[in-house]
């Protein structure tokens, strides 16, 4: 069992920044990958990138390259989502996963265990 935990969202300015947290805990060394999905109200959850849990690939949706950012730090089993030069759009509760396959990334059925979601609001 996984269970993940994420923290860092709340309201925002157009244009500014904010990162989130997730923290990792249970048997974190079943895990070989972490994604980050988001669903705003009306919309089907979308991958927003992923990291390897013990590699170095990073992988992103096209429409987050070069804003956001996603790292992560085994040593205390957390990942993180830098996200920079917000917009409205990018409003949406956040989501981190788990996965134990290195398979389809983009595809949320390929995830084991999800976090509760934090709600990231940008104003414009």
């Known amino acids: 069992q996984v269970q993940l935990d994420e923290s860092g969202g709340g309201l925002v300015q157009a244009g500014g920044s904010v990162r989130l947290s997730c923290a990792v805990s249970?048997?974190?060394?079943?895990?070989?990958?972490m994604g980050w999905f988001r669903q705003a109200p009306g919309k089907e959850r979308e991958f927003v990138g992923g990291?390897?849990?013990?590699?170095?690939?990073?992988i992103y949706e096209d429409s987050v390259k070069g804003r956001f950012t996603i790292s992560r730090d085994n040593a205390k089993n957390t990942v993180y989502l830098q996200m920079s030069s917000l917009q409205p759009e990018d409003t949406a509760v956040y989501y981190c996963?788990?996965?134990?396959?290195?398979?389809?990334?983009?595809?949320?059925?390929?995830?084991?265990?999800w976090g509760q979601g934090t709600q990231v609001t940008v104003s414009s």
């Open positions: 996963a788990s996965k134990i396959s290195l398979g389809d990334w983009y595809s949320y059925s390929e995830y084991d265990y």
């Open positions: 990291i390897e849990w013990r590699g170095d690939r990073t």
């Open positions: 249970g048997r974190p060394w079943r895990n070989r990958g």
